[in-house]
């Protein structure tokens, strides 16, 4: 039995306050933060492409949680560590994964707007570039 998922909105804030908690938690070097990011969305864009495929939403409320931990290892919001500030797309690309999927499945959502998954795709992008380097 699927269990029904909090609201887009809900998610995102559970996002920021665990990044928010996290604080100055992280102690990698930042200039590894953009690799780190793209291996860990490498590692779900698949999973997550399946449970589009699936219509298995109980996968998206496992992707929150390994979203939150990954922030939390890299005290992820520029305001918790700036030393991330130059990898803004980085930290956007991870903090929009999961909404961008659960608005394939519900795409009548709250945060569900026209621009979300193509300022995803830039910001994936862009985070490559910078991992790249």
């Given amino acids: 039995m699927t269990r029904a998922l909090p609201p887009l909105r809900a998610l995102r804030r559970l996002l920021a306050l665990a990044a928010f908690a996290a604080g ?5 070097d930042a200039a590894q933060f953009p690799a780190a990011a793209v291996r ?16 298995d939403r109980d996968y998206f409320e496992e992707a929150m949680g390994r ?5 939390a290892d890299w005290g992820f919001k520029t305001h918790a560590n700036p030393a991330l500030a130059p990898y803004r797309s980085c930290t956007e690309a991870v903090s929009d994964f ?4 659960l608005c394939r499945l519900m795409p009548n959502g709250s ?3 026209a621009m979300l998954a193509s300022r995803f795709d830039a910001n994936l992008r862009q985070c ?3 991992a790249a380097r």
């Fill in 24 to 28: 100055g938690a992280a102690a990698q």
């Fill in 67 to 71: 979203t939150v931990a990954f922030s």
């Fill in 98 to 101: 999961v909404i961008v999927g």
């Fill in 111 to 113: 945060e569900c707007d």
């Fill in 40 to 55: 860990f969305l490498d590692g779900e864009l698949p999973r997550m492409e399946n449970a589009v495929k699936e219509r």
């Fill in 128 to 130: 490559r570039q910078a």
